[in-house]
């Protein structure tokens, strides 16, 4: 399963240990494997495989089969209602009209017209009962069976495998890369952060843990296997760690159920607490945020019992209200309240995080004497502060030259919303000397290059991963803000879910929008053709997994299209077995099942909260289409949601992100260009060693150099 894991996070296949042997059979299968899922295999991989013996050559081959077709959904059967989709499928009320005449004489026959008419009036027709509707009327193989085979295309993806070092050493890489990454892993990353940190809880650790829910994660595993724990400076990181070891929220964004706690557990919860306190009596200031959940956790810990750690016992006289302690935030909107906001910017000083995120609240509520004085106290704090809030704050400060037409909020869950842009704007001095002054400061933060840069053109319009918070996990998916260029002339959207437990309908659904982001048409369960646009069919239950599909040709005229998944009724996208939504680009004449692995170009889990997803907006340009990444969750309604009762939220989100100037790779790139020499990657190699930075790592690189790639680039992020 590790194995497995890494392969799916970085594209390198760790290297067995063992039998050597004659596996060059065996090596030919796995590259005829690959190819048919849309991958290949470095020179180095497959002569690794040849190398082996049959068995262990064997193992690994199945092993990393297994771990691509995952990764690109191909590890499920996806069937289609409609067998011959995209060609006959029929018009939507045509075909409502067949199950409902079958409906009305079930025992056979034709319905007249007068007898369906009855039939609707009486009140008693649920178009998802109808005989035949919202359940497969085929098998797979018949599907498949129904379609040619797929005609290759030189537009087809073929993604590269590398050949890396043993499972252990590839573990220990990406363990430490994890733990130490400057900017916050998303859900999956998180879980895999655990993973690891289990089997290498012995070996080598990160030097720093800069984010404190992977400080969480990780003493959580210190916990339970007896270890000591480390990186806790501040309460909230113990509060964290009870979550983390209870199955709670670790960003504290929902609160916990505590378990019990053995009596070394809280040995070691309650002696962490009281050195944090007795080294910082400040650190009591951060208790009242969360004070519901310290006194939970007391009835869990029973600091009463343990009168040798009195600083830990102060922590819940706190949250219960028996002290109280005025924090630095508190102390700051007095400040505020009293109309002195230079002094709120010093107060601010000593949180050098917390004031940047609160510079633009400040510079608007200055006067123009103390506006000198935020902008001072500014300049002082970018030195403390970390990368990825420079970075923010740089990507923040570049939008504020004009309001916005609507100002749109995305939390940690990627639920989005929307509201009025009711700032003034920022001068444009201001804007311009703040920027001077974070480029400066991240540029200083940057690693000296000791090698040329040599940069694929297609990574520069990825936004800079400032959060894995901001995107799901899966295949090719990019931050939130990405753009990538669309090849091809077709578009097919998928999505398959499978449900727990009860009947669970998803509907895929896809709506148009013009250049002032106005509806131009939809195509869904309701509607299955538009313009060229054409739905696979409505399936309502999924016990074993249900796919729907909608082909849209790139000929089309809306400039937007924004594919969606509605939960209709059932269990929600984090209740489900499983749930993924993905496109593939296809010529148009060229044939094939609905899926194919080689013609798919990203897929992302469905697991966010809400009860609509806008995995994307595809956006025609100057440049030709292009994939724009959104990664948000709209609330919707319980049940029977439809993307006709949504097109305005809809629309106003997808607006709200496109107009956004998001921080992107090329930020970076140009702030390198003044101290290293940068390429553009054309596809031809270089003669000596690179830094490579791309979406991925082509084969053949000279020895001695080194790539950034999709699974990387949060470390380009300055710590």
């Known amino acids: 399963m590790l194995e497995k894991l890494l392969i799916s996070r970085t594209l390198r296949v760790p290297a ?52 691509v077709r995952q990764l690109v959904g191909d590890h499920v059967q996806h069937n289609a209602y409609f067998i011959g989709f995209p060609h006959d499928v029929p018009d939507t009320v045509e075909f409502w009209t067949q199950r409902l005449r079958a409906a009305v004489l079930a025992g056979g026959g034709e ?121 806790v400076d501040t309460t909230t990181d113990v509060l964290r760690l009870a979550c983390q070891v209870s199955g709670g929220d670790v960003s504290l964004a929902a609160p916990t ?96 995080g917390m004031l940047l995120r609160s510079a633009d609240r400040l510079l608007r509520l200055a006067s123009p004497a103390e506006q000198a004085v935020v902008v001072d106290a500014v300049s002082g704090a970018l030195g403390s502060a970390s990368g990825r809030v420079l970075c923010s704050l740089r990507e923040h400060v570049g939008n504020r030259l004009a309001p916005v037409s609507a100002r749109m909020y995305a939390n940690r869950s990627r639920r989005a919303w929307i509201g009025p842009d009711e700032r003034p704007p920022l001068p444009a001095e201001l804007v311009a000397e703040l920027s001077a002054l974070l480029d400066a400061q991240i540029a200083a933060r940057l690693p000296e290059p000791v090698r040329p840069l040599l940069v694929d053109p297609d990574v520069l319009d990825v936004a800079l991963p400032l959060s894995g918070k901001a995107a799901e996990g899966g295949f090719a998916v990019l931050p939130r803000g990405s753009r990538a260029p669309v090849a091809g002339e077709l578009l097919r959207f998928f999505t398959y879910w499978r449900q727990t437990s009860r009947r669970t309908d998803f509907d895929l659904s896809v709506l148009l929008l013009d250049d002032d982001y106005h509806s131009a048409g939809q195509v869904s369960w309701t509607n299955y053709h538009h313009e060229g646009v054409v739905h696979s ?143 553009t990657w054309d596809g031809r190699l270089p003669d000596g060693p690179v830094t490579f930075i791309g979406i991925d790592a082509p084969e053949g690189l000279p020895a001695g150099s080194e790539a950034y790639t999709l699974d990387r680039l949060h470390e380009l992020i300055p710590a």
């Open 111 to 231: 319905a007249s017209d007068a007898q369906l008419r009855d039939a609707v009036r009486s009140g008693g027709v649920n178009l998802l009962d109808l005989p035949g509707y919202g359940t497969y009327q085929h098998t797979y193989a018949e599907l498949l069976a129904a379609h040619d085979a797929l005609i290759a295309s030189a537009g087809d993806r073929l993604t590269l495998l590398h050949l890396g070092d043993t499972a252990a050493v590839e573990a220990e890489r990406l363990y430490l890369a994890l733990a130490g990454s400057t900017t916050p892993l998303g859900e999956a990353d998180l879980a895999l952060l655990g993973e690891l940190a289990v089997a290498c809880v012995d070996g080598p650790q990160p030097e720093t843990i800069p984010v404190r829910e992977h400080r969480a994660v990780l003493n959580g595993v210190r916990l339970v296997l007896g270890r000591p724990l480390v990186a």
């Open 257 to 352: 159920r505590f378990r019990s706690f053995r009596r070394p557990e809280r040995r070691v919860l309650l002696g962490a607490l009281d050195r944090v306190v007795a080294g910082n009596q400040d650190r009591l200031g951060d208790v009242a945020r969360y004070a519901e959940r310290w006194k939970r956790l007391g009835e869990r810990l029973h600091p009463h019992e343990h009168g040798q750690w009195p600083h830990a016992q102060a922590v819940f006289a706190v949250a219960r209200g028996e002290r109280r302690v005025r924090n630095l935030a508190g102390r700051a909107e007095a400040a505020i309240g009293a109309g002195a906001v230079g002094a709120a910017a010093s107060v601010l000083s000593a949180a050098p």
């Open 16 to 67: 067995s240990t063992g039998a050597a042997g004659d596996g060059a059979a065996v090596a030919r299968q796995l590259d005829a494997a690959l190819l048919d899922a849309g991958f290949s295999a470095s020179r180095a991989l497959l002569e690794h495989v040849g190398g082996l013996a049959p068995g262990p050559a064997m193992d690994l081959a199945a092993t990393v089969v297994s771990a």
């Open 537 to 679: 069919g409505d399936i309502t239950d999924a016990p074993h997994g249900a796919t729907e599909f909608i082909d849209v040709p790139l000929t089309i005229g809306a400039p937007f299209v924004v594919p969606q998944v509605h939960i209709y009724s059932g269990e929600s996208f984090q209740e489900v077995a499983e749930s993924m939504f993905g496109y593939q680009t296809r010529a148009l004449d060229q044939r094939g099942a609905p899926f194919d692995a080689r013609t798919v170009r990203a897929r992302s889990d469905l697991r966010g909260q809400g009860r609509i997803a806008l995995p994307m907006v595809f956006a025609r340009g100057e440049r030709g289409w292009e994939a724009v990444w959104l990664h948000l969750y709209l609330e919707g309604r319980p049940s029977f949601n439809r993307v006709e009762q949504h097109t305005f939220t809809t629309a106003d989100r997808v607006r709200a992100l496109m107009e956004r100037r998001y921080l992107t790779v090329a930020y970076l790139v140009d702030l390198w260009r003044d101290r290293a020499g940068v390429t």
